[in-house]
């Protein structure tokens, strides 16, 4: 049963993971620029930790809005893959999508790449990928704040009803 302060409560921890990933992704860019500068590959190290921080953050905001307003997780070996899927789905009488379509295709690319980064040791990530990556998290971010804060509208206007 959801009770009457928990899309409020959703709505301000999910502000807060948006200020959050916002900081990452700055700091992945900031990063892979030193690495470019330098030559030090180091500064690789700490930006594919920032992405690697970037898609899990998203990823708890996606895990709180299936368990607080979707009632259901994804599970089995797939389920990270599931849940981003989950959130670009739209549940008839529940909710809108959460991201559109091209919000979450930018993200699966995160999504594998935080995966990488769990399972290697970061000196057999690709540079020239990473670089990739931390140039084209600003776009994915901007889309992510929009399709967040319209779903935090969303929660603003079911819980006014």
């Known amino acids: 049963m959801i009770g009457p302060g928990t899309y409020p409560a959703l ?8 200020l959050d990933i916002e900081r990452v ?4 860019i900031l990063l892979s620029e030193k690495a470019r500068a330098t030559g ?3 500064y690789l190290d700490g930006a594919a930790l ?5 898609y899990a953050g998203i990823e708890s ?11 259901a997780m994804p599970t089995g070996g797939n389920w990270h893959q599931e849940l981003l899927r989950q959130m670009a789905a739209e549940m008839k009488g529940v909710r809108p999508a959460v991201v559109h379509r091209a919000t979450r295709d930018c993200l699966d690319e995160y999504r594998a ?10 000196f057999n990530l690709k540079p020239g990928r990473l670089t990739d990556l931390a140039a084209g998290v600003e776009p994915c971010l901007v889309a992510v704040q929009a399709d967040l804060n319209a779903f935090i509208d969303f929660l603003g206007a079911v819980t006014e009803e």
């Open 61 to 71: 905001c996606f895990e709180d809005i299936a368990r607080t307003v979707d009632g």
């Open 40 to 42: 030090d590959d180091g």
């Open 11 to 18: 709505a301000g921890r999910l502000g807060q993971v948006l």
């Open 25 to 28: 992704a700055q700091r992945a």
């Open 113 to 122: 790449f935080r995966h990488l980064v769990r399972n290697i040791y970061t």
């Open 50 to 54: 920032n992405l690697h921080g970037f």
